[in-house]
């Protein structure tokens, strides 16, 4: 073959490539058509910054509805209470359904429970002050260089000076006086109206000089803490 027409076939040869041939402009172009695209991260993260915006408003949303509903619901609770408190005619039907389910029983035993729950509650704190009462008395005589105190102004004005009082609170009314706090049994005896003593304790010197004592505590209606023995005290004697 002579050179010219050589020539010639590789001119054809080389116009007839293309990009993607072996043998073409680019010899390397399947290599770069099989590349993904850097754009497609980006508009993934746009969709998911959105989606993430979209959900937080939505949980801020659902945030204040809830808020709502709560302050809708208590207020709706506040006016029934009121309505019951002025008619009471209005627990009537409510009572005959819990009559005809039978659960009138069991809501009487849970009120029950309550009851005595709240009760004992009132007996643990007021227990504390009685307890308090007691190691005041037993210092007393090592303080004050007598027997027990004839009386609750007397123990006070002695363990006030001392710097041995640790009677600071009435648990049940907040009063923060030792005339709330701790008084005489004998004065509450004498009491027409024990609603004045919830709360407190009581002290009872026995003998003359006192040589004993006895410590009550009162409940929030002023009545005298009760066990299944009797009237519940704390004493120095057997």
């Known amino acids: 073959m002579r050179r010219g027409t050589r020539n010639r076939f590789r001119r054809k040869s080389y116009r007839a490539g293309n990009g993607n041939s072996a043998g073409g402009l680019y010899p390397y172009g ?18 998911l910054t959105a989606f993430q915006a979209l ?20 207020i709706c609770l506040v006016i029934l209470l009121v309505q019951i408190q002025q008619q009471p005619q209005l627990l009537q039907p409510l009572q005959r359904m819990l009559v005809r389910t039978g659960l009138d029983v069991p809501l009487a035993k849970f009120a029950q429970l309550a009851s005595l729950t709240t009760r004992s509650a009132e007996a643990a704190v007021v227990r504390d002050n009685m307890e308090r009462l007691r190691l005041m008395l037993e210092a007393f005589p090592v303080e004050g260089g007598h027997e027990y105190p004839l009386n609750v102004e007397f123990l006070y004005a002695q363990a ?19 005339q ?11 009491a027409y109206e024990p609603s004045n003593f919830a709360g407190q304790v009581l002290y009872e010197p026995l003998g003359h000089p006192p040589s004993a004592y006895r410590i009550y505590a009162c ?20």
């Open 30 to 47: 399947h290599l770069q058509a099989s590349q993904p695209s850097e754009r497609s991260p980006i508009y993934l993260q746009w969709i």
């Open 55 to 74: 959900l937080e408003k939505i949980g801020h949303s659902l945030r204040i509805a809830l808020a709502l509903a709560s302050c809708c619901v208590g």
């Open 160 to 178: 006030n000076h001392k710097g041995f009082w640790n009677l600071s609170r009435n648990p049940l009314t907040g009063a923060r006086s030792f």
């Open 180 to 190: 709330g706090i701790v008084s005489d049994y004998a004065t509450y005896q004498q």
């Open 219 to 238: 409940d929030k209606d002023g009545k005298l803490f009760q066990t299944k023995a009797g009237v519940f005290f704390l004493s120095n004697q057997n």
